[in-house]
């Protein structure tokens, strides 16, 4: 009677470490799948997101800026980086090496912008998750660009009498942060990207 009873107190404790075991497993393994679906990943693609779309904002306001002839007004007319406008009739400016600068640095921060989207979708879409710093890079780049034209346009313009900045410049200035922006936003969700791997690289639970 009591071999029986010791018996079936041995088999009770195998089941139970066998239970602890298979407890201990899943433990594991839950841990492990926590630490794969760390928050960080949820504010990089917030990140990311929030990065295609100020540059796409950016880019709108670029094109719209260097596209119009309202970039300074005067009496009896306005004029842009390609065109003057007197009394309803519009004429091409005769070439000029500030102007022309300013329109060059316009037209590359645009293609600048463009690049940056593409890039910026393709990580969203999963395509080149490691491109956020090159992506960020594209955007700062777009930035100084603008910086450039708009500061040589302003210098040229501004000692100027009678004559006032108008909305194809402001929208010009309007770009800036926002590219600059999204160049943040890529960088540091680059940042939480490799801060993850890393993290991920380690045993979450023992």
């Not at 004429?91 to 600068?101: G, K, R, Y």
């Not at 100027?160 to 108008?166: E, G, L, Q, T």
Request: glycine share 16%; with cysteine.
């Amino acid at each position: 009677m009591e071999g029986h009873v010791g018996g079936g107190l041995e088999d009770q404790e195998r089941t139970q470490e066998r239970g602890l075991g298979m407890g201990g497993v899943l433990a594991n393994l839950e841990c492990v799948a926590l630490g794969s679906s760390l928050p960080g990943m949820g504010v990089k693609r917030s990140l990311q997101s929030g990065g295609t779309l100020l540059g796409f904002l950016a880019q709108i306001l670029t094109i719209l800026s260097t596209a119009t002839n309202y970039w300074i007004r005067y009496p009896g007319g306005h004029s842009g980086l390609w065109q003057e406008c007197n009394g309803g009739t519009c004429s091409n400016i005769p070439c000029q090496t500030m102007l022309a600068v300013t329109g060059a640095c316009m037209v590359l921060a645009a293609g600048s912008g463009i690049v940056g989207l593409v890039m910026g979708l393709r990580i969203l879409c999963h395509e080149g998750d490691s491109r956020g710093q090159t992506t960020s890079g594209i955007f700062f780049l777009y930035g100084l660009l603008l910086l450039i034209a708009l500061t040589g346009y302003t210098v040229k313009n501004a000692w100027k009498n009678d004559v006032f900045f108008s909305w194809s410049y402001f929208s010009g200035w309007l770009a800036l942060p926002f590219s600059i922006l999204a160049g943040f936003c890529f960088l540091l969700a680059d940042m939480i990207m490799q801060s993850t791997d890393a993290i991920s690289g380690f045993p979450v639970c023992l």
